[in-house]
């Protein structure tokens, strides 16, 4: 290995004692490959295989753990126990190649598809559509139905516990449920679960609570709890970035063992307001400290970006886009071959990467989000 980069390779113990062998994890990213019941299947396995190899941790694919809170085409499911020989299949594939498996959780709330409703609606804290062409508006969730997800999310954990999982990352980010309690956009409650920003924070705090209770009962092995947060949203009104600092300081004393921070860019800053160009996850990771470690992400590509990233003093960094166009990253710059990464695809690559159907006709057919080579 090229010394340089040696500061990606320590190791880490997070608070509940999960040690990871280095600082690189592969980012959440669905890949529409499990069947319609939400079992996964041997094309999504074999993808998972092929990047478990390097990395400290895979992150999954996110998993719904209601039924209409499905956000995706063939998607994951953590919804029934029946699942659990699914998941387990997973988790034993993960981490047969060395990694650590942590199982990223949610409920897609008004952002469910229509061809994956249960009904005629999704459901929401409150009756808002989002602000995106086609959406339906959702209906407001009582308080016995938001009861209900909250422990859907620790029966999910508990599943996950159960199929061997060494974690779980708690989807609170890219405009899901959990975000929709907290965004002054989606939730214009004025009962327990909204109205000031502290109020919108009972939502995510119950779902930690309660996954948090799940692990102290189940796990019998170390077992991580992650949370993803998006820093802020464009609309008006919508989450600032003062709301997420106050909600970061709150996250901060859960006992969390990590905080993943969802941005497209690492370096991006505001999407509110062009004139704030600090860095998003730095700005968190400052506010935070020591208190919890942060997992930053968004374009990084090559070993001087993830190092760069390193050195502002982010302790993770997780790869998304980078780790389907080179699934052996990690190995390659442990090797010292890292001037054979690749950092673009081409449409002949799908068997070699090992991506399976749908996800790589929407990296094909999306422009503008991979960087595809004629
Ligand atoms: C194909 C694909 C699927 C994704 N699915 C998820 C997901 O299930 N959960 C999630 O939190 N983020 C998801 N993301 C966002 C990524 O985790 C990541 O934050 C984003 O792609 C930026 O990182 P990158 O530049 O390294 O790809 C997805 C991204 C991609 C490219």
Redesign the pocket.
């Known amino acids: 290995m090229n010394e340089q980069y040696k500061s990606l390779f320590t190791n880490y113990t997070f608070k509940r004692g999960l040690e990871l062998k280095n600082r690189v994890m592969m ?5 529409f490959a499990s069947d319609e019941q939400g079992k996964v299947t041997d094309a999504e396995l074999d993808y998972y295989r092929e990047r478990s190899g390097g990395v400290g941790a895979v ?4 998993a719904y753990v209601t039924r209409d809170g499905k956000g ?1 085409q063939n998607e994951i499911s953590a919804d029934s126990d029946e699942m659990i020989p699914s998941l387990k299949r997973l988790a034993d594939t993960i981490k047969g190649e060395g990694a650590k498996a942590i199982l ?1 959780i ?1 409920h897609a709330g008004r952002m469910a598809p229509k061809e994956e409703l249960v009904g005629d609606q999704p459901v929401s804290a409150s009756d808002v559509a989002a602000l995106r062409p086609g959406s339906i508006t959702p209906r407001e969730l009582t308080n016995l139905e938001i009861e209900t997800i909250i422990q859907a999310f620790g029966d999910a954990t508990r599943r996950a516990i159960e199929a061997g999982f060494d974690g779980v ?1 708690i ?1 609170g ?2 405009t899901y449920l959990i975000q929709q309690f907290f965004s002054p956009h989606s939730n214009r409650r004025n009962d327990k679960w909204g109205g000031s920003v502290e109020s919108r924070m009972t939502f995510p705090l119950a779902v930690i609570k309660t996954v948090k209770e799940t692990v102290t009962t189940h796990a019998k092995e170390p077992f991580i709890i992650g949370y ?1 947060i998006s820093p802020e949203e464009i609309e008006s009104p919508g989450i600032t970035i003062e709301d997420t600092l106050t909600f970061v300081d709150v996250l901060a004393d859960q006992d969390l063992d990590y905080l ?1 921070i ?4 690492f370096w991006q800053g505001s999407i509110r307001d062009e004139e704030d160009k600090e860095s998003r996850v730095i700005l968190i990771s400052k506010r935070v400290g020591d208190k919890v470690p942060i997992i930053g ?5 090559t070993p001087d970006e993830v190092k760069e990233a390193l050195d502002s003093g982010v302790p993770f960094v ?7 166009m080179e699934p052996k990253w990690v190995e390659k710059v442990q090797a010292g071959r890292e001037s054979e990464i690749k950092t673009t695809v081409t449409k002949n690559d799908q068997e070699k990467l090992v991506v399976p159907d749908v ?1 790589w006709s ?2 094909m057919n999306t422009p503008g ?2 960087p595809i080579e004629e």
Do not use: C, K, Y
């Open positions: 980012a959440p990213m669905t890949n992150i999954t694919a996110v995706f990223q949610f990352e989807h980010a890219n993803r993943h969802s941005v497209q860019d992400v968004g374009s990084l590509h997780s790869l998304g886009r980078e780790l389907i996800l929407a990296i989000w991979f």
